[in-house]
């Protein structure tokens, strides 16, 4: 499995989904795809950034820096979930909660924050 890193980056800067038909420089995916292969040059991995001239992936420190933003996102939600006191999603705070199958939802806000056992996690 690849590491966070070499995910982040691993696509062009440029690179705005395939659902649409133009990335950001307003290229369209279909003049720079290899067509032999299909694979597009916006991703490290596929090897064939030659295809696009504006190919540019993120240096090292925006990779870093977006990591770093990844990783406190993820302590504040898991903080937020551990105290339990507000919706780690929208901040609003937690009345009740509701078990649907392996899946725990807050209320009012209705937003699902995980799977897990009620019951056990109460008792
Ligand atoms: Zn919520």
Redesign the pocket.
């Known amino acids: 499995m690849r590491t966070l890193e070499e995910q982040i980056g691993g696509w062009c800067i440029h690179f705005n989904g395939i659902g649409n038909d133009a990335c950001k420089l307003n290229i369209p995916y279909d003049t720079v795809t290899d067509n032999h292969k299909r694979k597009l040059p916006c991703i490290k991995q596929n090897e064939c950034s030659e295809f696009c001239t504006s190919a540019q992936f993120p240096t090292e420190q925006d990779v870093a820096k977006r990591v770093a933003e990844i990783n406190k996102h993820v302590a504040q939600y898991l903080t937020t979930m551990a105290e339990g006191k507000v ?1 780690p ?2 901040q ?1 705070p937690i009345e009740s909660r509701r078990q649907v199958g392996r899946c725990i939802y ?1 209320y009012p ?1 209705g ?1 699902r924050v995980g799977q897990g056992n009620l019951r056990k996690e109460q008792s």
């Open positions: 919706c999603q929208c609003r807050v806000c937003h």
